[in-house]
């Protein structure tokens, strides 16, 4: 039970005494403001007809009773109908121990309820990019907190390896390849392929204006292109499974799933279960069998199939195509049915750039329509693009900013910014080599993750590292300095401890509030989807302890029981910053 549970259940026992059941009156209790003394607020206007009693009145009449029947309640104060609680030092001395003799403070138990996170999805005709490292590490990062909320989290993966953009990089290592190899080049598999998908553009670019010059519309040169219609070709051969062109596909296939491998886990990341488009395009088409069925869907006289949406804000949406072929559509409504019955889940959340909107709108509304009431459980995690100080990013034009280029510049920035500090001093070779990519990464991650997922944000590598401000860096030495301080605790033999009716200090109060606060905010994060909730409250709490550093002592302080609870109380923050990095996926160094 949280701190606010408790004092909530007082609350309620005192109005009830006071004024009678509330019979659905909801209470609030919240945060006080820091102007005020308090710890926490009510607001009392939802009772002002029960007591019959102004708004100061009511609230210094229930604060009377609380400071008369709660016994850690320290004191009340009232403001123009705003209750504030102050609860006592011995009391949040208490709270202290319970959190240190928590296993696993701050994380939720087993709540019984399986999610799924679908992240990352990428087409395998390119490398991943800037944008698809910030869905890699907003998915895992919403994996990670929400099992900290108690759900078994299924961390999925659908990638897109079929369809025309493939057969683009396929016909282009064809026809300009020379047989070239990620042996023979010395090139990541994504990353060769990735450079056919650049070069099919650039050819296609050329036959099109040479059209164009010789008096053909634009629209017809784009259709008529030969480039163009070999790829057309090349992907219907594919569909009928021609088996050159199917062990071709494969061949460099395979490149890439090796090449997106070492680029996961460079980043840190994973999954449970990868699905793969060219398994499940075809699933759908029993969905719109059953629509037809029930008259929720309608088909038109070139034999496609459609479910009209109007009424509904919408508008007309294709489910199936005359020639009977699928669409994305299609293929999302049988892959949610199949994993919901498969895993038996209470929800889905993807994973999804805000472009796909109106997409997931009517996904749900469609496996609504057909009755399927656990469509109220999809999620659609939509985010903000990435955009760098010269712009957008686009990956036909080779203008993306590579995901394994950045990873490898993000570490030799934190290197090369770690060594004019002297923060690599004494350290061997290996451990500068594990603290930098650390660092680096750790930069990368908690400048991504620490923006609202909504928002489009602009990324700047050489101000994610910085071992000041609102950094991953800062976190990551505040982390250390806390257990150098516990390893010299340790060589010096001080023991750890809280006495009964130990007075704290103000500052030592005020990081306890805080460290209760944990709990909470992960619940909040879980429930937000949102790892910039984690973001902001380890920042504050490594803020708060490096302040509160500076201005005591802890090893040098001389009464035994201060000291020990001094060095306690760093364990805790320690252990709840390393927590807290742990869910955004960033590693912490034991030393720096």
Known sequence: MTIEQTLLGAVVSCVERLYGPLEGVELQLQKTRKEFVGDYTLVVFPLLRRSRKSP???????????????????????????????????????????????????????????????????????????????????GYSVSQILEACGYKVIKANLVNDRGIHICKSMLAWQLYGGGETPE???????????????????????????????????????????????????????????????????????????????TYKAMGVGFDKVYYESQTYLLGKDIV????????????????VWIDLTGDGLDEKLLLRGDGTSVYMTQDLGTAMSRHNENNLDGIIYVVGNEQNYHFQVLKLVLKKL?????????????????????????????????????????ATAREM???????????????????????????????????????MLFNPRESIDFNGNTGPFIQYTYARIRSVLRKAAEAGVTEGVAEG???????????????????????????????????????????????????????????????????????????????????????????
């Open 502 to 592: 130990l007075q704290l200090i103000g500052e030592e109060i005020e990081l306890v509030k805080y460290l209760a606060d944990f709990p909470a905010t992960v619940l909040q994060a879980g429930a937000t989807y949102s790892p910039s909730v984690i973001g902001a409250y380890v920042y504050d709490l490594a803020k708060m302890y490096n302040s509160y550093y500076h201005d005591h002592s802890i090893l040098r302080e001389e009464n035994e029981q201060v000291r020990a609870f001094r060095v306690v109380l760093s364990r805790l923050v320690s252990e709840v910053i390393g927590r807290g990095m742990a869910l955004m996926g960033i590693a912490v160094p034991e030393r720096m």
């Open 56 to 138: 100061d009145a009511t609230a210094s009449e229930i604060g009377e009773a609380l400071v008369a029947e709660c016994p850690f309640v320290k004191a009340t104060n009232t403001i123009k109908g705003f209750l504030n609680i102050e609860l006592k030092a011995d009391f949040w001395l208490e709270q202290f121990g319970a959190m240190v003799a928590a296993d696993n403070y701050g994380f939720a138990p087993a709540n019984g309820k399986t999610v799924m996170v679908e992240y990352s999805s990428p087409n395998t005709n390119k490398p991943l990019h800037l944008g698809h490292i910030r869905n890699n590490l907003l």
């Open 184 to 262: 023979s080049s010395g090139m990541k598999g994504d990353h060769l392929v990735g450079k056919y998908y650049v070069e099919f553009d650039k050819h296609y670019k050329a036959e099109v204006k040479a059209l164009v010059e010789g008096g053909m519309d634009e629209e017809e040169a784009k259709k008529e292109a030969p480039i163009m219609k070999q790829a057309r070709t090349m992907l219907q051969q594919w569909e009928a499974h021609d088996p050159e062109v199917y062990a071709l596909w494969e061949k460099m296939n395979g490149w890439v799933y090796e090449g997106f491998d070492a």
């Open 418 to 456: 770690s060594a004019e500090l002297g923060k690599l001093d004494g350290l061997s070779a290996e451990e500068q080599d594990e603290i930098c990519r650390m660092v680096g990464l750790g930069a990368l991650k908690y400048f991504i993750l620490k923006v609202d997922p909504k928002k489009t």
């Open 371 to 411: 009755g399927h009431e656990w469509s109220d459980n999809i999620f659609h995690l939509s985010y903000g693009m990435v955009e760098l100080p010269e712009g957008k990013m686009k990956s036909r034009e080779g203008t993306v900013v590579d995901a394994d280029d950045l990873i490898d510049d993000m570490v």
């Open 289 to 304: 069998a059953e629509g037809l069925d029930k008259g929720v869907f309608y088909r038109r006289p070139d034999g496609s």
